[in-house]
Nanobody, 119 residues
Framework: QVQFVESGGGLVQPGGSLRLSCAASGFTFRLYGMSWYRQAPGKERELVASITNFGRNTNYADSVAGRFTISRDNAKITVYLQMNSLKPEDTAVYYC????????????WGQGTQVTVSS
């Protein structure tokens, strides 16, 4: 079945950096766009960044544009999120999924990876 395993989160000070990874399985990775989402405590899950299947096009939420970079390695079946200049408001659980996966294919969320930005 389709699975997503996120890793790389942790505690970081404001202004710091983290690189998240997401290993995908159960589908032909190179055929699908991928996205990162996040959910902060008490808030709705939101789309953070998306990348097309061969990585030619990317899109970012206004709140992270210029600080976050999404990328992918189709040979490793992995999508990444490089997060720089982190702010306390970036604190959330981060998830990856095929772009539109919940509505199109009823993909299940992975366990996510916790990112905490605090001094």
């Amino acid at each position: 079945q389709v699975q997503f395993v996120e890793s790389g989160g942790g505690l970081v000070q404001p202004g710091g950096s983290l690189r998240l990874s997401c290993a995908a399985s159960g589908f032909t990775f190179r055929l699908y766009g991928m996205s990162w989402y996040r959910q902060a405590p008490g808030k709705e899950r939101e789309l953070v960044a998306s990348i097309t299947n061969f990585g030619r096009n990317t899109n970012y939420a206004d709140s992270v544009a210029g600080r976050f970079t999404i990328s992918r390695d189709n040979a490793k079946i992995t999508v990444y999120l490089q997060m720089n200049s982190l702010k306390p408001e970036d604190t959330a659980v981060y998830y990856c999924m095929r772009t539109g996966g919940r509505t199109r294919w009823n993909d299940d969320w992975g366990q996510g990876t916790q990112v905490t930005v605090s001094s």
